[in-house]
Nanobody, 125 residues
Framework: VQLQASGGGLVQAGGSLRLSCAAS????????VGWFRQAPGKEREFVAA????????YYADSVKGRFTISRDNAKNTVYLQMNSLKPEDTAVYYC???????????????????WGQGTLVTVSS
C-alpha cells in the first residue's frame, strides 16, 4: 500500500486545515489508518486513528474535541479535519495504515505497516 498525505500548510492559531491520506490499493478499506505527527526534536506521536468500517475512532487527548478523523472508502482516502489549531500542533503529519491493528497498539508507531511521506503543518501565533 502506498500512502500520499497532503493538505498541510501555514495557518494562524485558531484556524483550520484538512489533511488527506490517499491510498493506492483498493483493499485500503480493510486497513486501520492512523495519523501521527512529529515536531522538530521530538518523537513521532499518535494523533488519531480510524477502523476500516469508520465506526470506531480514537484520538490523542491533546487533539480531542478539535480534530476529527473520517474516511471515504470509495475514494480510498482518510481525512483529518483540524480545527482550533494551536502553535503546538506544528509538526510534520504522517498517515499510516495496517491490517490487524489491535486496540492496544493503534497508538504506537510500530502498530502500522505502511507510512506516507508526511505533510508539514505550521501554526503561527
Amino acid at each position: 500500500v502506498q500512502l500520499q498525505a497532503s493538505g498541510g500548510g501555514l495557518v494562524q492559531a485558531g484556524g483550520s486545515l484538512r489533511l488527506s491520506c490517499a491510498a493506492s490499493r483498493r483493499t485500503f478499506s480493510s486497513y486501520t489508518v492512523g495519523w501521527f505527527r512529529q515536531a522538530p526534536g521530538k518523537e513521532r506521536e499518535f494523533v488519531a486513528a480510524i477502523r476500516w468500517s469508520g465506526g470506531s475512532t480514537y484520538y490523542a487527548d491533546s487533539v480531542k474535541g478539535r480534530f476529527t478523523i473520517s474516511r471515504d472508502n470509495a475514494k480510498n482516502t482518510v481525512y483529518l479535519q483540524m480545527n482550533s489549531l494551536k502553535p503546538e500542533d506544528t509538526a510534520v503529519y504522517y498517515c499510516a495504515a495496517g491490517l490487524g491493528v489491535i486496540t492496544t497498539t493503534l497508538r504506537a508507531v510500530y502498530g502500522y505497516d505502511y507510512w506516507g511521506q508526511g505533510t508539514l503543518v505550521t501554526v503561527s501565533s
